[in-house]
Structures are given as C-alpha cells and as structure tokens.
C-alpha cells in the first residue's frame, strides 16, 4: 500500500513474498508515481489543477523509471483509470516489473492510498495478472475500505498532556 507525497508513491504497508524482483521495497520506499500503478491510480483520483502541482514537485525517488510520458499521454492513461477503476504498470518502472492497483478510500469516497500486487514479467502474463490477481485486488481494497470508512465513524477524543503542549487524537469507545 502506498500514498502520494509530491510526484512520488511512498510505501506506507508491505507484504513480502518470498519471490525475487529486480528492485528492493521497503516501508518509505519511494517511487514515481508516474510509472507505477499505485501512482496512476493516486494521480487519476486528483482534480486537473492538483495534479499539474504534484507533477511540478521533483520527484525524490532518486529513479529514473523507463515510461516517461509527455503530459498528453498521461492524461490520457489517466482517464482510463479512472474509467476502470485500477491500474496497470507494465515494466513502466523497471524492466521485468509488472503490477496492477487500484484505490482504498475513506468514508467520504476518496481516495487515500493505493493498493497493488507486483509480479515479474517473465513469470505472470498481463492476462494472469488482471484475469487471477486483479479481482482478489478490488475485493480486498473494497475490504480494506469498508474497514477505513468505519474508522471514519468512530468518534474522536482529543487528550492533552500535562501542559497542553501535545496531544493524541484516540478512538472512544461506545457504551
């Protein structure tokens, strides 16, 4: 799982499997998100004003990814996620790397993370991927977002700590 932070996706949860794939990910591990599926499904759910400023903030990824798509053809890759309701990265970040996502969304419908499955080109065919992995995907964000939706209901306290000076924000609980 994954959020936007500028033009990059940084990972926020991991399951590792014990398959080998050509780049290391870590919890904080950062990306472009141009060139990931978690990223196209972060960018496509932003309005066209916050995603010409995420595009605008330098990626700090440190990765140079192999799609780099003039502002057209993003928009364009853009609309079909949005249409679809997911994403596919096919060796856009790295040859050999290949990944479908779609959104996790709060209460309110919005999207606040993205959530994907990452295979290696050579072992998982694109019809595999979308035909086995995708569906098991959208059932678990859907999951995933009904879990964030209820969080989203529970109420709040706010408690101070000695002088005021800090404070923790904790879920009450009813009864």
């Known amino acids: 799982m994954a959020q936007l932070d500028g033009s990059d ?3 926020v949860s991991r399951v590792a499997v014990p398959k080998i794939v050509t780049l290391a990910v870590t919890i904080g591990t950062r990306f472009p998100a141009v060139a990931t599926s978690m990223g196209k499904v972060l960018l496509a759910a932003l309005t066209p004003a916050e995603l010409t ?10 990765i140079t990814a192999r799609w780099q798509p003039e502002r057209t053809e993003l928009d364009r890759e ?6 679809r309701g997911w994403a ?12 479908v996502a779609t959104g996790v969304r709060d209460g309110g419908g919005r999207v606040v993370a993205a959530l994907n499955v990452t295979v290696h080109a050579a072992e998982t065919s694109l019809e595999r991927l979308t035909d086995e992995h995708l569906p098991r995907l959208l059932r678990t964000a859907a999951a995933i977002s009904q879990d964030w939706a209820r969080l989203d209901t529970v109420p709040m306290a706010v408690q101070r700590h000695g002088d005021g000076g800090s404070a923790t924000r904790s879920a009450g609980h009813p009864g």
């Open 88 to 99: 596919l990265a096919d060796q856009d970040l790295a040859a050999g790397i290949r990944s």
């Open 78 to 83: 853009l609309r079909e996620v949005r249409a």
């Open 53 to 62: 400023a995420v595009l605008a903030v330098p990626g700090r990824s440190g």
């Open 9 to 11: 996706i940084v990972y």
